[in-house]
């Protein structure tokens, strides 16, 4: 009979931890946030940035061609045929023998007043970057899956590791519980088959009940214990190792 999380647990007692809603939600918006990313950059690499190349390229040929026009028909005498046929082609003529301005015109056509007129390279990039947020979508998901069915399971005189590895109490000695208090993990470092220093990761964020399990493992532990080191204790480790 597998124990409930809301209850204490006896020493003997199977503790099963499976995966919590809260994992999948952080993971489901992870991957919902690489997919909004790769989508607004293939709508740049497709559609954002050749738009604005365009508006670019229309304000150069304004301000290098249709300008100087200008001033050579106002100097010429023939300004009054040189806005007619401005107005024939929907460009501005000016106001009372000004010269026509980009601000006015663009802003009458809804385009920006500084348009980045970007290279081919740099649009190129767009779709890398795209594919790049696609595919860490995909990551994403497939860890997802991979960790549905995934449990923490402690025993009597072992736990269970989610990737079903069978590590017993007695041949863990050492736990660090620094980032328990505020992350939630920890690490418990043991011995495996022919003496190999392993290390357990303890995450109660994503299996929850884990806290019972690391409880049990301390309750059989009799090894080095590293916990919240105080700022006096961090201090003085500092000092010691500058004078070293």
Known sequence: METDLKSPASASEPIVCRVTPWYYRRMGMLAGLFLVFGLVFLYDGIWGYPAKVVIAQEKEK??????????????EGRLTQWMEDAKARGMPTGVDGDSPRWKTYAAKKGWEEEPKLYSQREITEQFYWAYGCFAGALIVCILILLNRGKTLRAEADHWVSPEGVKIRYADVFRVDKRKWEHKGLAYAWYRFQGGAEKRAV??????GGADKVLERLLACFSGELIEKV???????????????
């Open 62 to 75: 304004f301000m290098k061609e249709f300008l100087p026009s200008f001033e050579a028909a106002k100097k």
């Open 202 to 207: 303890f995450d109660d964020l994503k299996y």
């Open 230 to 244: 105080g700022e006096s204790e961090t201090a003085e480790s500092t000092s010691a190792e500058v004078e070293k």
